[in-house]
């Protein structure tokens, strides 16, 4: 397992709390791009050079594309049945969370990622807004999923709730998502025991925290990919978000100043002021 940090002279290789630089110059979407992307990295490690951790990494993305799956936990299912219950899509969610077929949507592009440090933003025209932890696919052009990172998918639940037509105004805009804090290039899927946790402060203090495991997931990861790469072409790779299990109460909703902080081990923290 081998975790990827960028800064502005490169990317930096971290395995057992020992860093180094690549000798030869790595990008992301050389990774991405990769038929066997962790031979890739774990050559590039055996010939780097000794190095120290960026102290504020940049967001682990090159030119790749963001996408997400949605109702893929049931906590989410409820939340999204209850949001959009007076616009007639109480059952709209029920059936997309038993259906064959997953939700999957267009997140956004580079630009509008959000790196650790970096603020997210809230919509103005929103006025119910949450952060949706959740662990993220990295997958070459292949389809073949070779690493994890740490993912925000802000959401304004009342724009969607209001028609379910509204998602993407509701989830893509500028730096409406963020990821970090590195990049784990992984031969070895994660254990179902690996734990998301959120929490969210405010003017110092906690005003909410909550964690799931990703044994509460209704999908197989492989599942996902495959659906977002039917009659779908990925040159450069792709990040897939794979939906939330935590969904903070109806009366919550962030404000500018907030601090979220995303935790997801081996990967590390996110962390992320609110615009």
């Known amino acids: 397992m081998t975790r990827i940090f960028a800064d502005t002279a490169g990317l930096v290789l971290e395995q057992s709390g020992e860093a180094r630089r690549p000798a030869t110059a790595l990008s992301f979407d050389a990774i991405f791009a990769a038929a066997d992307p962790v ?13 120290t951790l960026p102290a504020k990494p940049g967001a682990p993305i090159g030119t790749q594309e963001v996408w997400a799956s949605g109702v893929t936990y049931l906590r989410s299912r409820t939340a999204r049945m ?6 007639g899509g109480g059952t709209f969610y029920d059936k997309v969370y038993h259906a064959a077929r997953p939700e999957l949507f267009f997140k956004g592009t580079p630009h509008r990622v959000a790196g650790p440090g970096s603020p997210v933003r809230i919509r103005r025209d929103s006025k119910w807004n949450v952060p949706e932890p959740e662990l993220v696919l990295a997958i070459n052009p292949q389809g073949r999923i070779f690493g994890y990172t740490v993912g925000n998918d802000m959401s304004s639940r009342d724009i969607e709730g209001e028609n379910p037509l509204y998602l993407p105004q509701a989830k893509v805009y500028d730096k409406s998502t963020a990821l970090g804090p590195c990049l784990v290039v992984t031969d070895q899927p994660l254990p179902a025991t690996t734990t998301i946790a959120i929490a969210i402060r405010r003017t110092g203090a906690e005003v909410f925290a909550g964690e799931t495991q990703l044994s509460q997931i209704k999908r ?11 009659d779908n072409s990925f040159p450069q790779g792709t990040y897939l978000f794979t939906g939330t299990g935590i969904v903070p109460p109806d009366a919550f909703t962030l404000q500018s100043g907030d601090e979220i902080r995303i935790t997801i081990e081996p990967i590390g923290t996110l962390i992320n002021s609110v615009a």
């Open 82 to 87: 209850e949001e959009s219950k007076d616009a």
């Open 39 to 51: 031979a890739l990295v774990r050559a590039a490690w055996t010939a780097g050079q000794p190095a």
């Open 220 to 230: 197989p990861f492989t599942e996902l990919a495959e659906y977002l790469f039917r």
